[in-house]
């Protein structure tokens, strides 16, 4: 269940409700309203200006608030120590120009994405150097959670938290077997190269409709390469459903002001990844294939 269906069956929850009050409560259009009952009509009970849950819909809303509060007796600190105990003694690559997100920083992420429903859909990150993985798995243990890094102490490391990872480089396609992902969850080098894989690489790996988490880091004196970005992501034809300012902070980074913020990007019809070029930097030292 993705965000917006979980706010409209939230907002109706025990109540019955004129669809014109179920729009103000949920904050979601009269389409969203449509396509739902369209794609779950057991979920509700037949009316043709009132909106009442019936007991599947009911059954489906209490699963949805049961997913989205798992770890909740988990404290922030305890998590946080988690993190920082799983990376400690790794060394840093600096030829793929890895820069961590303080432990804090990840449990932030972690929870937004198990309050974003992630727990109950099919999540894939692109790179994890900063064990968002980790700690999302550490919430939800049951939940459909992939890696891909190219990084092979990494690997080993999320292996050993058992998280599903898979040793994989990017400039490669994604694997088959974990396309047609309901989100994706990325922190990209800052290059535009780089940044374009990582991003042409999410939207393969994206359904159509699919949910981009992305950690988006500039410099407020580098406006030109922020608008490079934010050209891209429209040309990609994504369409940004939120900002959330300065989301992670780095031990580093001080390039972009050791932070970044959190957009949040839908995929739709239109959505298609940029043609990737043969050359330009993709990391510090690093350059992609020549196809």
Not at 127 to 140: K, N, Q, Y
Not at 150 to 163: F, I, N, Q, R, S
């Amino acid at each position: 269940m993705d965000s917006g269906e979980f706010r409209v069956l939230d907002a109706v929850a025990e109540s019955t409700l004129a669809r014109t009050e179920v729009v103000r409560r949920s904050g979601e259009p009269h389409s969203v309203l449509k396509a739902l009952g369209k794609a779950h009509p057991d979920w509700f009970a037949q009316s043709s200006d009132r909106f009442q849950l019936s007991p599947a819909g009911l059954e489906a809303l209490a699963a949805a608030r049961r997913s989205r509060a798992l770890g909740s007796k988990r404290t922030n600190d305890e998590l946080a120590e988690t993190v920082r105990l799983l990376g400690a003694g790794r060394s840093i690559r600096r030829d793929l120009d890895q820069v961590y997100a303080t432990p804090e920083s990840v449990v932030r992420r972690a929870r937004f994405l198990i309050a974003e429903g992630c727990a109950e859909r099919s999540l894939l990150f692109l790179g994890d150097d900063d064990l968002t993985s980790a700690a999302t798995r550490s919430l939800a243990p049951a939940a459909e959670l992939s890696v891909l890094e190219v990084d092979p102490e990494l690997v080993a490391l999320l292996k050993g938290a058992e998280v599903d990872v898979h040793e994989h480089d990017l400039r490669e396609p994604i694997p088959k077997t974990l396309r047609e992902r309901d989100a994706v969850f990325t922190d990209p080098p800052y290059a535009i190269e780089g940044f374009a894989l990582f991003i042409a690489r999410a939207i393969e790996a994206l359904r159509e409709g699919g949910t981009l988490y992305l950690a988006f880091g500039a410099s407020r004196r580098a406006p030109d390469r922020a608008l490079a970005k934010q050209r891209l992501l429209a040309e990609c034809g994504l369409v940004i459903r939120e900002v959330r300012r300065d989301f992670s902070e780095y031990d580093g980074a001080e390039s972009i002001g050791s932070r970044s913020d959190l957009w949040v990007l839908r995929t739709t019809p239109q959505t298609k990844a940029p043609t990737l070029g043969p050359g330009g930097e993709l990391y510090t030292r690093r350059k992609p294939k020549r196809r």
